[in-house]
């Protein structure tokens, strides 16, 4: 039995022959890409939503076309797809403009494609928080004098997000799996540095059950911090029973 466990705690060691320092450059990876995904989506998003209620049809109907597409379709396709579809658009630009090919780093490859998945959820769940503020409380923002700048930072902003933290979490949990999804781009991120640790040694369940342990830890910050960041969006309104 102490041997088995002592293999295993070699196998999982941070320090060569060990996988514990991949598995966790892995998981860094992970956050990072998510992090970066998350925040590109959150400013489509909310760009998408307020294009969305701006009133302008032709915009409208271009956002619906991106938020339906986008959540139709599969994220392993789409990030295929935009991948090799992106570099190779890009690189014929260039050969047009006379320039040499580029090629496109993982790490960016996998953030820009996340985020603008990312970008087509959040838009309806900006725009479901922002329909259900009071339309009084708009009207009195611009009874007031406030221009669109100041009356998003005033009014809109601290009145949607309580209604949009809920889904917003969910999104972040989303994002955190789905960036497992960019191994097929070939960055490598913890799925694929577990899959790479399993194949070498052949101890796949040591190393899926130690990457399922660091996803779950993930998930646990993750769930301290937005509670945190509700409570603090929420502090002065009272508490449902």
Same mark, same amino acid.
């Given at each position: 039995?102490?041997?088995?466990?002592?293999? &295993? +705690? @070699?196998?999982?060691?941070?320090?060569?022959?060990?996988? /514990?320092?991949?598995?966790?450059?892995?998981?860094?990876?992970?956050? !990072?890409?998510?992090?970066?995904?998350?925040?590109? *989506?959150?400013?489509? /998003?909310?760009?998408?939503?307020?294009?969305?209620?701006?009133?302008?049809?032709?915009?409208?109907?271009?956002? @619906?076309?991106?938020?339906?597409?986008?959540?139709? %379709?599969?994220?392993?396709?789409?990030?295929?797809?935009?991948?090799?579809?992106?570099? @190779? *658009?890009? =690189?014929?630009?260039?050969?047009?403009?006379?320039?040499?090919?580029?090629?496109?780093?993982?790490?960016?490859?996998?953030?820009? &494609?996340?985020?603008?998945?990312?970008?087509?959820?959040?838009?309806?769940?900006?725009? /479901? !928080?922002?329909?259900?503020?009071?339309?009084?409380?708009?009207?009195?923002?611009?009874?007031?004098?406030?221009?669109?700048?100041?009356?998003?930072?005033? %009014?809109? +902003?601290?009145?949607?997000?309580?209604?949009?933290?809920?889904?917003?979490? =969910?999104?972040?949990?989303? &994002?955190?799996? @789905?960036?497992?999804?960019?191994? %097929?781009?070939?960055?490598?991120?913890?799925?694929? !540095?577990?899959?790479?640790?399993?194949?070498?040694?052949?101890?796949?369940?040591?190393?899926? +059950?130690?990457?399922?342990?660091?996803? +779950?830890?993930?998930?646990?910050?993750?769930?301290?911090?937005?509670?945190?960041?509700?409570?603090?969006?929420?502090? *002065?309104?009272?508490?449902?029973?």
């Amino acid at each position: 039995m102490a041997t088995a466990q002592q293999g &295993v +705690l @070699d196998l999982l060691s941070p320090y060569p022959p060990g996988w /514990g320092g991949v598995l966790l450059a892995g998981a860094v990876s992970t956050v !990072a890409i998510s992090a970066c995904a998350f925040a590109i *989506g959150l400013l489509l /998003g909310t760009g998408g939503a307020l294009g969305k209620l701006s009133g302008n049809r032709i915009l409208r109907l271009l956002l @619906d076309l991106y938020t339906t597409l986008i959540r139709a %379709v599969p994220e392993l396709i789409l990030i295929v797809g935009l991948y090799y579809a992106g570099t @190779d *658009g890009l =690189n014929r630009l260039l050969a047009a403009l006379e320039l040499p090919p580029v090629n496109v780093n993982g790490f960016v490859a996998a953030v820009a &494609v996340l985020g603008f998945v990312q970008g087509a959820y959040m838009t309806e769940v900006l725009r /479901g !928080a922002i329909l259900a503020i009071p339309v009084g409380q708009i009207e009195a923002a611009k009874a007031f004098g406030m221009g669109p700048v100041l009356r998003f930072r005033r %009014v809109l +902003l601290p009145a949607l997000l309580p209604n949009a933290l809920p889904g917003l979490a =969910n999104l972040w949990m989303s &994002v955190t799996k @789905d960036s497992a999804l960019v191994a %097929v781009v070939g960055y490598q991120e913890l799925a694929l !540095a577990t899959r790479l640790a399993g194949a070498s040694t052949k101890h796949y369940f040591v190393f899926f +059950l130690a990457s399922a342990l660091l996803y +779950l830890a993930i998930t646990l910050v993750s769930n301290v911090v937005f509670k945190l960041i509700e409570g603090r969006v929420r502090r *002065g309104q009272p508490r449902l029973a």
